[in-house]
């Protein structure tokens, strides 16, 4: 089993930046990837960006050039910077570990950008 928590989330005006995390612990050795989801108000979950472990990464494409996924292997931890956040970002934001025919997620952690 694998369980992860996030952390980091908070209150931020738009144009500011955040750092999430997400520790992972656990069988963490059978992860294959990683990811940051979110879900606003109303609206379904949606991909915000994943890693694998050979550190492969990928954006929704709302979020690229202005987020940053990346993970500490060492410290069994993947990391989201959010920079630029504008309103529409505000969301509970899940973190997400998967491997091979399974998944576990995280609690969430809310962020709310303020316009």
């Known amino acids: 089993q694998v369980q992860v928590v996030e952390s980091g989330g908070g209150w931020v005006q738009a144009g500011g930046s955040l750092r999430l995390s997400c520790a992972a612990s656990g069988s963490v050795f059978s992860i294959n990837y990683m990811g940051w989801f979110r879900q606003a108000p109303g609206k379904q979950r949606e991909l915000v960006a994943t890693?694998?472990?050979?550190?492969?990464?990928n954006y929704a494409s709302s979020v690229k050039g202005r987020f940053t996924i990346s993970r500490d292997n060492a410290k069994n931890t993947m990391y989201l910077q959010m920079n630029t956040l504008k309103f529409e970002d505000t969301a509970v934001y899940y973190c997400k570990a998967a491997g091979t025919g399974w998944n576990y997620w995280g609690k969430g952690t809310l962020v709310t950008v303020s316009s």
């Open positions: 890693i694998t472990s050979g550190g492969s990464t």
